[in-house]
């Protein structure tokens, strides 16, 4: 029988709050903490998320609600509305954990406890191998982590699912399975099924190996850690990091400098980020472009502005941007230039060009202190601030406002409100259809 005490050590008076989704790990740790509850005078708050994908999430929030009732527990839920675009495990993750913290605060609680086992650990760091990582990310998850206020614990990490289903029938548990968890088209669900049991056949005690393989890199992790921390006195500067500085750094230090920065975006154990992320924003430091960024997971923005690079989370605090443009870019106002075969419009959303007469590639930027364009119909330059002004652009709008202009650095459209001199009529010659949405 699993003896929760001889995984972590409680103290009289503890405030938990218990992840449970109903599953046979949170059913199993949820029942373990119960029964140690009166020795340790221990304050249970179930934690249950009804992520509102299967028709038994209904019922399984009921049931959840009803069996706190019984055993006299405090218990809080949520139900997921809807879902956007990003992928949905993370953003399931992100929504739950969020109402975690949460309830962590409420109740003044210093542990959150969730059922991650062995078989979790050796999923998730074949997952980052695969993926690409560093030696944080390779080494899975923790069984402790400091979050400051309060730690995270998995105290069911030295244990299998096997063994916590065998917990479940020993102590005639009942539980909820997730049908989900059956469909190949989760990645994780494909080393569940696949791997995992070639392993398990290899041998049995395998998932010790891992935790064991875990504990290692985390602890040479620790090391590198210090020569980071160093090297963070060198480069960082009001949290951004001088540029110059930075590629004076050996080439590993600057992709551990890197992670660090983005742990703050992704913390614990997500698995968003992989070592392309890293490639891309080091390509956006080595670049010979001043001002420009790159979209990462999670509305998550990597800005470089000359000498400095700086990570924010809503695309909303980037106040410049200077995109290459090829076909089609998606741009911070949440509108769309695109290159089109065919047009029948002829108004400011449209503009038609001839590359002979403008030097590629374009540029999709932000405007500047001083910007001029020749309007189309007009003699002379007007300055953008002036049409900005005459177009009833409210300020803010015109810091996000799209300028477009060529290689040159001529101003070829100011897409949905003027055309330039560039622009040409339908009867005229012209190889290039662009459209602003």
């Known amino acids: 029988m699993i003896c929760i005490e001889d995984s972590f050590s409680f103290k009289t008076h503890d405030i938990i709050v218990v992840g449970c989704s109903t599953g046979p790990d949170s059913m199993a740790l949820l029942d373990m903490l119960l029964s140690i509850r009166k020795k340790y005078q221990l304050s249970l708050i179930v934690a249950h998320v009804n992520h509102n994908v299967r028709p038994d999430s209904y019922q399984e ?16 839920t949520m139900t997921i509305d809807e879902y956007g675009d990003d992928n949905f495990h993370n953003e399931a993750r992100n929504i739950r954990y969020h109402f975690f913290e949460t309830l962590v605060q409420k109740y003044d609680a210093n542990y ?21 990582s560093n030696l944080s990310g390779y080494s899975g998850f923790k069984k402790i982590v400091n979050m400051g206020t309060y730690q995270i614990v998995r105290p069911l990490i030295g244990y299998t699912k096997k063994e916590l289903e065998e917990y479940d029938r020993e102590r005639n548990i009942f539980y909820f399975v997730d049908s989900s968890n059956d469909k190949d088209k989760y990645t994780r669900n494909r080393y569940r099924k696949y791997v995992l049991p070639f392993l398990k056949e290899e041998d049995s005690h395998v998932h010790h190996k891992f935790l064991r393989f ?42 551990e400098i890197l992670y660090y920065f983005l742990s703050e975006f992704y913390p614990d154990d997500l698995i968003l980020l992989n070592h392309k992320h890293i490639d891309l924003i080091l390509n956006l430091i080595y670049s ?58 002829n108004s400011n959303f449209i503009c038609r060009l001839d590359s002979s007469e403008i030097f590629l590639p374009l540029i999709i930027r932000t405007r500047r202190i001083g910007d001029r364009m020749m309007v189309k119909g007009l003699s002379g330059s007007r300055k953008i601030k002036d049409i900005f002004i005459d177009c009833k652009i409210e300020k803010d709008d015109r810091e996000m406002w799209p300028v477009v202009v060529d290689s040159k650095g001529q101003i070829i459209w100011l897409p949905g409100l003027k055309k330039s001199k560039f622009d040409k009529k339908k009867s005229e010659n012209y190889d290039i259809i662009l459209k602003y949405s």
């Open 214 to 255: 875990s504990e290692t890199l985390s602890e040479a992790n620790r090391f590198i850690e210090q020569a980071r921390n160093d090297a963070l006195l060198r480069v960082v500067l009001a949290d951004a990091i001088m540029i110059d500085q930075f590629k004076k750094e050996d080439p590993f230090l600057q992709r």
């Open 112 to 132: 959150l406890m969730t059922a991650h086992h062995g078989d979790d650990l050796i999923e998730t760091i074949l997952m980052r191998i695969v993926r690409g």
């Open 288 to 345: 010979k472009k001043a001002n420009s960024f790159i979209n990462l997971p999670n509305d998550v923005i990597a800005n470089k502005s000359y000498n400095m690079l700086e990570l924010k989370r809503d695309i909303e605090q980037i106040t410049s941007y200077e995109i290459e443009f090829d076909h089609y870019a998606v741009l911070p106002n949440d509108h769309v230039i695109e290159k089109v075969d065919d047009s029948l419009g």
């Open 61 to 76: 929030a009921v049931y959840m609600g009803q069996y706190c009732e019984r055993n006299q527990l405090v218990f809080e």
